[in-house]
């Protein structure tokens, strides 16, 4: 049996439940993220109890697959966690931030907070490493295998198998060719998939612009004497980001201009993505051999410290900021915001998703003037995208994983997704590739 306990026709909060072989398996334990409503959701009682639990697999890092963990352990799991060695590394120091984050929230509500740093530490002791394509038994007739998602570093396909049966979690599914990572890999085939849409109605501009868009931009604010204001997503995007900038300085591409790190999870980050080159593809590698900080560059300042971030308002732009959050939900961005969103001569740059109803979605749909901190803030600056830094994979990426496979699956779950996007992809896979697919939603139940 497999349930469909969160992300279905929604982006976040991934959570699907496997049951059979006499085991009961979680894939993902993610935290639904983006407004107050995920808020509620995430304080909602397990539909399961934690402590029946064998065991729970992570296919990465970010907190919409990892950030309910601390919680499903203070509930009474106790069973191995299973991910790849850096998804444990970047899971606990973003499981550590987000405790502190809700613990402060909580405080200043007077409400119990969801989970604590004890909490945290104790999730820390059940994780277990896995390598890619290493089998790893549950029982003795529950197996799974990991294998690269080409998301983020670490990110993994699961496949798991049971009973005779095989069904794979995609997880999030990589954007390649991307700065750093190798891409997806494709599976031979399974029975069934459990496939994300975070972008299954879009298509990303093409991959060859990305690195001239971005060089033009940095020209365009740098010209006017703006600033470039980009919220990150401390893990993958930021890192992404200075090796891109490092590439432009290193080829005398862009101009000297400052550029503030303002993200002490993203400098955390950093340093684990330096422990595990391995992972890198191949021109990744090689720059490696050449160049011994492929993060750091002349001009860079890394800004651990609220007062160091306090200090970039110091410096005359032209300048580039890259603080989080990425949906700018919360964070340093919000105080970088507030001061330069009513400047003309500034641009705000979108590199990741933006969920439906946080700040950075709604600034990027298009509204004038937003809320921030007790603040009402006009937005005058240019606010652009790229969505080919994204770290998801389009509508037809996602097809042509699917249509890759040299096995066809009996049958396909879209999950991860906006309703309309889950939906188009659907309709794509019935269409063009004569597929049994559904879009199941919170609660489903399917009889594999």
């Known amino acids: 049996m497999l349930s469909f306990l969160g992300?279905?026709?929604?982006?976040?909060?991934?959570?699907?439940?496997?049951?059979?072989?006499?085991?009961?398996v979680l894939v993902d334990c993610g935290m639904a993220q983006g407004s107050r409503i995920a808020e509620g959701i995430n304080q909602k009682p397990f539909s399961f109890d934690p402590a029946s639990l064998d065991a729970v697999i992570i296919t990465h890092a970010h907190i919409d697959h990892t950030g309910k963990l601390p919680k499903l352990v203070k509930e009474g799991f106790r069973g191995p966690i299973f991910c790849t060695p850096p998804t444990k590394e970047f899971a606990e120091i973003l499981l550590r931030d987000s405790a502190s984050l809700i613990w402060d929230e909580a405080q200043n509500r007077g409400e119990t907070p969801l989970f604590t740093s004890q909490d945290v530490e104790e999730t820390s002791g059940l994780f277990e490493t896995v390598p890619y394509h290493e089998r790893r038994e549950i029982g003795s007739d529950f197996s799974f295998v990991l294998y690269d998602a080409g998301h983020v570093l670490g990110s993994a396909v699961v496949v798991v198998e049971i009973e005779g049966k095989t069904i794979a979690f995609?997880?999030?599914?990589?954007?390649?060719?991307?700065?750093?990572?190798?891409?997806?890999?494709?599976?031979?085939?399974?029975?069934?998939?459990?496939?994300?849409?975070?972008?299954?109605?879009?298509?990303?501009?093409?991959?060859?612009?990305?690195?001239?868009?971005?060089?033009?931009?940095?020209?365009?604010?740098?010209?006017?004497?703006?600033?470039?204001?980009?919220?990150?997503?401390?893990?993958?995007?930021?890192?992404?980001?200075?090796?891109?900038?490092?590439?432009f300085v290193e080829q005398k591409k862009i101009p000297h201009v400052p550029v503030f790190m303002d993200s002490p999870l993203a400098i955390d980050a950093t340093s684990i993505y330096e422990k595990y080159p391995e992972y890198y593809n191949s021109e990744a590698r090689k720059l490696m051999l050449r160049d011994d900080d492929p993060f750091g560059f002349?001009?860079?300042?890394?800004?651990?410290?609220?007062?160091?971030?306090?200090?970039?308002?110091?410096?005359?732009?032209?300048?580039?900021?890259i603080a989080g959050s990425g949906m700018m939900t919360g964070g340093r961005v919000l105080h970088h915001a507030i001061r330069y969103l009513p400047d003309p001569n500034s641009i705000l740059l979108f590199v990741?998703?933006?969920?439906?109803?946080?700040?950075?979605?709604?600034?990027?749909?298009?509204?004038?003037?937003?809320?921030?901190?007790?603040?009402?803030?006009?937005?005058?600056?240019?606010?652009?995208?790229?969505?080919?830094?994204?770290?998801?994979?389009?509508?037809?990426?996602?097809?042509?994983?699917?249509?890759?496979?040299?096995?066809?699956?009996?049958?396909?779950?879209?999950?991860?997704?906006?309703?309309?996007?889950?939906?188009?992809?659907?309709?794509?896979?019935?269409?063009?590739?004569?597929?049994?697919?559904?879009?199941?939603?919170?609660?489903?139940?399917?009889?594999?």
Request: charged residues 25%; proline residues 6%.
């Open 7 to 24: 992300a279905a026709r929604t982006v976040t909060g991934s959570q699907f439940l496997i049951e059979g072989a006499g085991k009961r």
């Open 352 to 448: 990741g998703y933006q969920a439906a109803g946080s700040l950075g979605r709604r600034i990027f749909d298009g509204a004038r003037s937003v809320r921030i901190m007790d603040k009402n803030v006009p937005v005058n600056c240019l606010v652009k995208g790229l969505g080919a830094y994204s770290s998801h994979a389009d509508q037809d990426g996602l097809a042509m994983w699917i249509d890759n496979m040299k096995k066809r699956p009996v049958k396909i779950f879209v999950t991860h997704g906006e309703e309309a996007s889950a939906l188009a992809l659907r309709q794509r896979l019935r269409d063009d590739l004569g597929l049994d697919v559904e879009a199941p939603f919170v609660g489903d139940r399917a009889a594999l």
């Open 170 to 247: 995609s997880g999030d599914l990589g954007n390649p060719p991307t700065p750093l990572l190798r891409p997806t890999e494709i599976l031979e085939g399974v029975d069934y998939v459990v496939i994300e849409s975070t972008y299954g109605g879009r298509l990303h501009e093409p991959h060859e612009e990305r690195s001239k868009k971005l060089e033009t931009i940095i020209d365009r604010v740098i010209a006017q004497k703006g600033v470039l204001l980009m919220p990150i997503f401390a893990f993958e995007k930021a890192q992404e980001i200075l090796f891109e900038i490092n590439k």
């Open 298 to 321: 002349p001009g860079l300042a890394v800004c651990r410290t609220p007062q160091e971030s306090k200090k970039i308002n110091d410096v005359a732009a032209p300048k580039i900021i």
